[in-house]
């Protein structure tokens, strides 16, 4: 005889467990404002224990909201080349960070993102069709191109949304981002201190508000240092890029000793060049990347790098969304994060 099916947990069960109300729980599990931080992370961790699974159909009929955030790819885009530019975007390891930190803050609130790329005028519009139609409650834009239309587009639709890093022309839309031109710093203090003379750099695109601000602190800080001149080649965040940058400056600067690539991808390419030539890294060549991403401890030797928290900054990009979806009309706000230096062996 088989055993009758187990009750599924109710919202009781978590109150009992919690220790509070049935109506603290459930303020908690809509969202409410007004629940003590302590409060609700002892909530979180019963619906954890006891399993408890939200109705969402419920919730949204009393919240008028889907409990779902879009989580928007974006980039200007080439017609006909949509699944290049998806096969591009999802093979750079820090979108695969992005969706680690978002994911792991919404799923504490309930709250289920939804993937979308939106690299065409077509696919732009259906992002601004579905949330208007109140199929997601907001966007967290991450977005590729300086000239991507999509920030704007939203602001003048009154759309809640959250940008990962400023944005190349100004919009009044809230952000996260890093202080790029400190990480950059960090990278030439540790290349002057290991004795580097004959330091060049290997920029990422120069139209990209990060590029522009990591290129800004590394001949801020030589130039403090007294090396008024620093050789730039010009890069695209990816490996292949970082080689042929990495090729123009030993054509152009042989006997150069220090090397900063304003992205792990790129040194890492930069890499594979140096060893094709025979220059010894860090003995002849010092090398550091900037992200701590994944190519990182990929390479050999591994990689000195600037690290940018980019899972806390997706989770506070998440935050800041919930609260423009809780309280409509606030302001934008940007928040900034702070990089650090992580020494490996490439110098």
Known sequence: MSRPPTAPPT???????????????????????????????????????????????????????????????????????????????????????VASGVLGSLRTRGVHPVLMVADTEAAREDVLSFLRQGSADGALLVSTHAEDPL?????????PAVLFARPARPVPISYVDLDHQAGAKLAADHLVRRGCTRVATISGPLDVPASQDRLTGFRD??????????????????????????????AEHPTLDGVFAANDLMA??????????GRRVPDEVA?????????????????????????????????????????????????????????????
């Open 287 to 347: 090398v550091v990347g900037f992200d701590d991403s994944s190519p990182a401890l990929s390479c050999r030797p591994r990689l000195t790098t600037v690290r940018q928290p980019v899972e806390d900054m997706a989770a506070g990009m998440s935050r800041l969304l919930l609260d423009h979806v809780e309280e409509p009309g606030l302001r934008p706000k940007s928040v900034i994060f702070e990089p650090s230096l992580v020494v490996r062996e490439s110098a």
């Open 221 to 250: 800080a030589m130039a403090r240092h007294g090396f008024p001149y620093v050789p730039i080649a010009e890069g695209g965040f990816t490996s292949g890029s970082g080689e042929a940058a990495m090729e123009r400056l030993l």
């Open 268 to 277: 890492q390419g930069a890499l594979l060049v140096l060893q094709k030539h």
């Open 151 to 159: 920030p704007a587009r939203l602001v003048q639709a009154e759309l």
């Open 11 to 97: 919202l009781e069960d978590v109150a009992r467990v919690a220790g509070v109300s049935r109506a603290t729980v459930s303020r908690v599990i809509n969202g409410t404002r007004n629940v003590d931080r302590r409060i609700q992370e002892v909530v979180r961790a019963a619906i954890d224990q006891t399993g408890y699974a939200p109705n969402r159909a419920a919730r949204s009929l009393v919240t008028k909201r889907a409990g779902t955030i879009a989580l928007v790819v974006s980039g200007a885009g080439d017609p006909g080349a949509e699944d290049a530019f998806a096969t591009r975007v999802f093979s750079d390891p820090f979108f695969g960070r």
